[in-house]
Each structure stands twice: as C-alpha cells, then as structure tokens.
C-alpha cells in the first residue's frame, strides 16, 4: 500500500502554496506601503516536508532499587525520536521498550518521511492508519507518541516559537507534584526525597507509592504514609498511587485511613481496568480517585470518563499517540466537568499542559526528571520546579527546548 501522498495530490498542494505565496507577496507589500505590523516569521517555504526520522534507545539505571506496588526495576528505558526538516530538527521521546524504536523505523517513519511537516494531526491520523494490523495499544501508541511530540517540536522550531506558544497558552504557570516514593524506600530515603521536594524546591504537593507487594504490606503502607504527613506537615497536599495493587473491600478500608492523614489523591486503588470498581470507591472516599496512565487510545479515555470511573483523569502524551491525543483526552475531561493531571514525562508535557484550561497537575516524577536532566543537559527547555510550578517557554526558546546532550547520553545507548 502506497502510504505516500499520490502525485496528484502533492501537485495540488504546491499549486495551493504558490497561490498563496503570491498572495502571501501581495500582502508583504501592501504592509510595506501602509507601515503595518510584519507579518509573523515563517518557514522559508509553505510547505516544509520532514525529510528524515531517526530513533535511539537509551537505558539509564536508576539511583537505587525501585518499585510500586506491583512491578519492581532497576533501570529505565527512554526511545528518542528525531525528525528533520528545512535544517530544523524535532525530538520527541517516550519510556518504552527498545521495540518501540523498531516500530517507528519498520511502521511510522516511511508515513511521515516527505509528508507536510506542518500538518502534524494529519501526520498523527496517518500513523494511526498505519498501525492498524500490529495493535495500537501498547508500543505502537507509544511510537506514534514519540513521533508525534517529536513533530510538533519541529513545527514550533520552523516557526520560531516556543510550543506553548504555538499551541497557544491557556495559563502561564504548570503546577507539578513531586512522585517517587517507591516501596523500596527505607524512612531515611523517603524523608530525603520527601524535604528535597517541599523545603528544598518549595513544591507543595508529594506522591508516594503504597499497595506494597500487590496490597500484602497494607500495615507498612499506612505507616509510611504516616511518616510522610509527618515529614511534609500539614502545609504539603500528600497523594498516594497504589498502581492497582488492592482489592475492592482493601481499598475501601484502607482510604478511609488515608483520610487520617489528609490524603487528598488516591490513584489506581485498584486496576484501572476495573471501572465499575473505581467508580464504587470514589463514591465511597472523600479522596479524589484518579486513573488513566494506561490510557493508550483516545477511546479508552472516553470509556473511563462515561463509568464515572474518576474525579481526576490522568493522561500520558508518551503514550496514548502524543500531544495531539492529549489535548483532545483534555478536551473530553473538560466536557464532564473535570481535570486532567499528566503522567511522567514532565518535559515533554510541560507545553502542552499550559495549553489547556483544566489543568490539574504535572507528575515531576522522579526517574525521569533524573534521566531529561541527564539527556538534555545544558538545554534551555529545562524546567525548573521552585515554588512548585514551570513555567515552559518563559525564554523563548522555540519547541520543548531540549537538545540531546550526546557526549553525555553516548554510555547509555543501547540501540
Ligand atoms: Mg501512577
């Protein structure tokens, strides 16, 4: 199947673009001869195509064991994908397996590669297409995230302009909340972590993780949890992420002792696959449940949202096919009256996130903060969280902002 745009039509849009251009020409001078404002900065030519994609696979270990309530690792894995067009370059990236890479290369690369670089929902629907027999769900939505942020960066580039200012702001500032707290954590970490986010950078909401080995150390969890609340003080809003480690009746009891405690955020108490589940807890818990990471189709977002499933959705743009998805799941949260909080990532969210209106949060997770400020060292899109909120495109820089640090980065590629 031919995935290229047919001849005919590439003709019809370069005729399109020098009707435009002459216009475009028309206009130029008009605004010389009446001393008006210039008109924007544009790409050389109207219709910049992406010329080259390209991806790698970087695998950084983490700063000591972690886990979560059910899955424990030692490692990390980040899939960057690069586009190029009119000397610009775009990144994008998602935490993924190595395969993902290869789905880029074999699927999505040959869709993208000389189509419009500007028209990146038309791009994002032809991924999609072209992903139709292997399974979107999964790496294949992942892959198309990766390219998909990494065209809007290029796309902001060409044009000159921060993404958020390409997409168009909707607030200036991005509240985060500091996440980490792995089950692994003794006390003296947990504290550590703990004062580094709320005395240290001033953000005054923390995440730890609970359902310790799949709910089995409910007693452990709730003294943790208690460790926190005493660590943060009553100042910090204290959220928990059980990543679907308890059972229905577990998690009921086990949030009506987080409302000792003040827990304002209860995430995944159980399986995100069980709406009906999540939807019994909330109506039962003061503590706004959340869910959504897992969220890889537009679709899926839209199911969890019509159970009544969440008080919160969460979204992951290096998962459910991007930004271009995200700010529609946003979309469909706001419709029912709610927030959408991002999940990980924070850099490659941070833009899009002061795009929307119903913005809750942004996750300032600990792993990947880590390991963007370990790729993208010395990039000027490096969001700084004091205070408790970032404030992306503040400088100007265009796109994300971020430049791969190769000389840094060069020990941990592993495909
Ligand atoms: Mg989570």
Same mark, same amino acid.
Not at 103 to 118: C, E, I, N, R, Y
Not at 296 to 313: Q, R
């Given at each position: 199947?031919?995935?290229?745009?047919?001849?005919?039509?590439?003709?019809?849009?370069?005729?399109?673009?020098?009707?435009? #251009?002459?216009?475009?020409?028309?206009?130029?001078?008009?605004?010389?001869?009446?001393?008006?404002?210039?008109?924007?900065?544009?790409?050389?030519?109207?219709?910049?195509? &992406?010329?080259?994609? #390209?991806?790698?696979?970087?695998?950084?270990?983490?700063?000591?064991?972690?886990?979560?309530?059910?899955?424990?690792?030692?490692?990390?894995?980040?899939?960057?994908?690069?586009?190029?067009?009119?000397?610009?370059?775009?990144?994008?990236?998602?935490?993924?397996?190595?395969?993902?890479?290869?789905?880029?290369?074999?699927?999505?690369?040959?869709? &993208?590669?000389?189509?419009?670089?500007?028209?990146?929902?038309?791009?994002?629907?032809?991924?999609?297409?072209?992903?139709?027999?292997?399974?979107?769900?999964?790496?294949?939505?992942?892959?198309?995230?990766?390219?998909?942020?990494?065209?809007?960066?290029?796309?902001?580039?060409?044009?000159?302009?921060?993404?958020?200012?390409?997409?168009?702001?909707?607030?200036?500032?991005?509240?985060?909340?500091?996440?980490?707290?792995?089950?692994?954590?003794?006390?003296?970490?947990?504290?550590?972590?703990?004062?580094?986010?709320?005395?240290?950078?001033?953000?005054?909401?923390?995440?730890?993780?609970?359902?310790?080995?799949?709910?089995?150390?409910?007693?452990?969890?709730?003294?943790?949890?208690?460790?926190?609340?005493?660590?943060?003080?009553?100042?910090?809003?204290?959220?928990?992420?059980?990543?679907?480690?308890?059972?229905?009746?577990?998690?009921?009891?086990?949030?009506?002792?987080?409302?000792?405690?003040?827990?304002?955020?209860?995430?995944?108490?159980?399986?995100?696959?069980?709406?009906?589940?999540?939807?019994?807890?909330?109506?039962?818990?003061?503590?706004?449940?959340?869910?959504?990471?897992?969220?890889?189709?537009?679709?899926?977002?839209?199911?969890?949202?019509?159970?009544?499933?969440? #008080?919160?959705?969460?979204?992951?743009?290096?998962?459910?096919?991007?930004?271009?998805?995200?700010?529609?799941?946003?979309?469909?949260?706001?419709?029912?009256?709610?927030?959408?909080?991002?999940?990980?990532?924070?850099?490659?969210?941070?833009?899009?996130?002061?795009?929307?209106?119903?913005?809750?949060?942004?996750?300032?997770?600990?792993?990947?903060?880590?390991?963007?400020?370990?790729?993208?060292?010395?990039?000027?899109?490096?969001?700084?969280?004091?205070?408790?909120?970032?404030?992306?495109?503040? #400088?100007?820089?265009?796109?994300?902002?971020?430049?791969?640090?190769?000389?840094?980065?060069?020990?941990?590629?592993?495909?």
């Amino acid at each position: 199947m031919n995935r290229h745009p047919a001849p005919e039509e590439t003709t019809h849009l370069e005729d399109t673009d020098r009707t435009e #251009d002459t216009d475009r020409t028309e206009d130029t001078d008009r605004t010389k001869d009446t001393a008006q404002p210039r008109t924007p900065p544009m790409p050389s030519k109207l219709s910049p195509t &992406v010329e080259r994609v #390209d991806t790698a696979v970087y695998t950084v270990p983490t700063d000591a064991p972690e886990a979560d309530g059910t899955l424990a690792w030692d490692s990390t894995t980040l899939v960057l994908v690069t586009v190029r067009g009119e000397g610009a370059t775009g990144l994008g990236y998602t935490y993924a397996p190595a395969a993902t890479a290869r789905v880029v290369d074999d699927l999505l690369a040959g869709v &993208v590669t000389g189509a419009p670089a500007l028209d990146v929902p038309r791009l994002n629907e032809a991924m999609h297409r072209a992903v139709r027999n292997a399974g979107l769900p999964g790496v294949a939505a992942q892959a198309i995230a990766a390219t998909d942020i990494a065209l809007w960066d290029l796309k902001a580039r060409l044009l000159g302009l921060p993404l958020v200012h390409l997409l168009g702001a909707a607030r200036d500032d991005v509240p985060v909340y500091g996440s980490g707290g792995f089950t692994t954590y003794d006390d003296r970490q947990q504290e550590r972590q703990l004062r580094t986010w709320v005395e240290e950078q001033g953000i005054p909401r923390v995440k730890i993780k609970i359902a310790e080995s799949w709910g089995g150390r409910e007693a452990r969890d709730l003294r943790r949890v208690a460790r926190a609340r005493a660590v943060v003080g009553d100042a910090a809003e204290l959220y928990v992420d059980a990543n679907g480690g308890y059972g229905a009746k577990q998690a009921v009891r086990v949030a009506r002792a987080l409302a000792g405690e003040g827990v304002t955020w209860f995430e995944e108490p159980v399986s995100s696959d069980h709406l009906t589940t999540l939807k019994a807890i909330r109506e039962r818990t003061e503590a706004d449940v959340a869910a959504g990471e897992y969220g890889y189709t537009l679709p899926y977002f839209e199911h969890m949202l019509a159970a009544g499933a969440v #008080d919160c959705l969460q979204a992951d743009a290096t998962r459910c096919g991007g930004i271009t998805i995200w700010l529609r799941a946003a979309a469909l949260a706001q419709a029912r009256g709610l927030d959408l909080s991002g999940h990980c990532a924070p850099h490659a969210h941070a833009h899009a996130a002061a795009a929307i209106p119903n913005l809750r949060h942004l996750e300032w997770f600990h792993d990947h903060v880590r390991i963007e400020r370990l790729l993208f060292a010395g990039s000027a899109g490096l969001l700084d969280p004091a205070g408790g909120s970032l404030t992306p495109g503040h #400088d100007g820089t265009p796109g994300l902002g971020l430049t791969l640090d190769a000389e840094r980065a060069a020990p941990y590629r592993t495909g």
